[in-house]
């Protein structure tokens, strides 16, 4: 089989905040086991450091530079790896902040909260619904 055949089966995976820490193992070894990674993160230059990184590792990792708290941002990531890739099979909603490290519960500012769920949990909702097609649902 040839090496473009085997790169239109290739299993794609997008790892958001792939580029350091536990995001960045996991594209690495998601890319290891065969996959092309899609590493994505807010800082184009960190993000080409670890994908220049794992790629002398011989693994198939590429940046597209993505703000999770950014609507517009994703839809237009998703976009381009629609119409470069042609497919998404795994998602991982890896990016994440820490605001609060060492405040507690008690004293923690609702506005240091609010910026966290905003990132943590709604930026991964914004992801998944931007990356998961829409079922086309049939009224009787």
Known sequence: MNSNMNQLNQRLAI????????????ARQL??????????????????????????????VELQVVDVNDVQSIRQMIERVKDDFGRLDVLVNNAGIILDRGVSV????????????????????????????KRVTMTI
């Open 106 to 133: 008690l004293d923690v500012e609702e506005s240091v909260m609010r910026e966290t769920f905003e990132t943590n949990y709604f930026g991964a909702l914004r992801m998944i619904q931007a990356s998961v097609p």
């Open 31 to 60: 890319a290891s086991k065969g996959l092309r990674v899609l590493i994505t993160c807010r800082d184009e230059d960190k993000g080409r450091q670890t994908v220049k990184e794992i790629q002398r590792e011989g693994l198939s």
């Open 15 to 26: 790892v958001t905040g792939g580029n350091r820490g536990i995001g960045r193992e996991i």
